[in-house]
């Protein structure tokens, strides 16, 4: 019933910006941590940054000081400004949503490519 949509990868060049959108749909609660993962081929999935319910954030070192993730009141969906891209920032970037009565691991979007080139 839960569905989370990705939305906003696209190729961009080094230095540029991007802005993925998640909205969650179906969920009878509000979330109480929603975050953006990202793997790139042969890689682990990893998480580049969360936001809780009382809109506490928490950035992977990596993006701290490029990317910000911010919620919009009373919805379930979140987005992520990426800004000063670099090639190694190129992976499939996921949204995970954890709600009251969901599964421990939470509720996983199809993901989008974000591709930087060099």
């Known amino acids: 019933q839960v569905q989370l949509v990705e939305s906003g990868g696209g190729l961009v060049q080094p230095g540029g910006s991007l802005r993925l959108s998640c909205a969650a749909s179906g969920s009878r609660f509000l979330f109480y941590a929603m975050g953006w993962y990202r793997q790139a081929p042969g890689k682990q999935r990893e998480l580049v940054a969360s936001i809780t319910s009382d809109v506490t954030t928490n950035y992977a070192d990596s993006v701290k000081g490029r990317f910000t993730i911010s919620r919009e009141i009373g919805k379930n969906t979140v987005y992520l400004q990426m800004n000063s891209l670099k090639p190694e920032d190129t992976a499939v970037y996921y949204c995970?949503?954890?709600?009251?009565?969901?599964?421990?691991?939470?509720?996983w979007g199809q993901g989008t490519q974000v591709t930087v080139t060099s």
């Open positions: 995970n949503m954890r709600v009251p009565s969901g599964p421990d691991r939470g509720y």
